[in-house]
């Protein structure tokens, strides 16, 4: 029987809360506001500077001592042996050309594997969350946050016709592709922002593969969940990707998210990711 740390489900209801909360600000202001590119090329706008104010907020509310690195107003703060990581806007492009997969990720990091995790959908209706477990909450917009019902979820063994690979909508290398290649019988799907990770961790999806630029904030939540939800997310090495690495800026090798940790006999990941 599986046992984990004290607290961890508490903390998972509680960043839930933060989450959805900034999740329907940014739903609300989705078609309101104009993007613009920031120093590294990247999309930002007024929605994701609002939800991380937000955000931080209410980490610095519940847990004032433990520092936070997250992507806008605190992309170099300092970490430490537990901190969080918080994206308040996860698929900007998507979101400022109105799509629905967009989402609010936020992630606590303990000796660099995150334990516990939220990622929330909120033009979707769709929530996950990691902390004792893995669990899926659906609602509807204008849902009281401390009402919904969570399930618990889990990834699914490989499918006999083949794996489910999702790719993104708007990024796309080489080395992905030949990655998901070599899969067996791989069936591609679509899908944007943290909500690849909550498809795997729900048993709809088999396996995320990236080796575009990505940031630790992209990554730790949903890796905490498929890794509750019984998947694994590893790096190029085959080893679960670590967290805290100020050095080079907090960005990600090449990783994939695995429903079936069995998966990765097959993968083959470059050591250097490619930039897009």
């Excluded at 506001?33 to 930002?44: A, F, H, N, Y």
Aim: net charge neutral; with cysteine.
């Amino acid at each position: 029987m599986r046992t984990d740390p004290p607290g961890l489900a508490e903390t998972a209801e509680r960043l839930s809360l933060i989450a959805l909360a900034a999740g329907d600000l940014v739903r609300r202001m989705q078609g309101t506001v104009k993007g613009r590119l920031k120093s590294d090329g990247s999309p930002t706008s007024r929605a994701d500077l609002a939800a991380e104010a937000a955000i931080l907020a209410g980490l610095r509310e519940a847990w004032p001592d433990i520092p936070v690195v997250a992507e806008e107003t605190a992309c170099t703060a300092g970490c430490g042996a537990l901190f969080f990581l918080a994206d308040p806007l996860d698929g900007t492009k998507c979101y400022l050309a109105g799509e629905p997969e967009f989402t609010v990720n936020i992630a606590l990091v303990r000796e660099g594997r995150p334990v516990a995790g939220v990622i929330v959908a909120p033009a979707l209706g769709r929530a996950w969350r990691a902390g004792a477990d893995a669990r899926e909450a659906r609602f509807a917009p204008g849902d009281p946050a401390s009402g919904l019902a969570w399930r618990p979820v889990r990834t699914r063994p490989t499918p006999g016709d083949g794996v489910v690979a999702l790719v993104s909508k708007r990024h796309g290398d080489a080395a992905s592709e030949a990655a998901i290649a070599a899969l067996p019988q791989p069936r591609r799907r679509t899908a944007s922002s943290a909500v690849k990770f909550g498809l795997i961790a729900a048993g709809e999806a088999d396996v995320y593969v990236r080796c575009g630029r990505t940031m630790e904030w992209d990554t730790a939540a949903g890796d905490a969940i498929v890794t509750a939800a019984g998947g694994r997310v590893i790096g190029s090495d085959g080893q679960p990707l670590t967290y805290g690495h100020r050095g080079r800026g907090y960005a990600n090798g090449c990783f994939a998210a695995l429903g079936d940790p069995a998966l990765a006999g097959h993968l083959r990941l470059p050591d250097t990711c490619a930039i897009a």
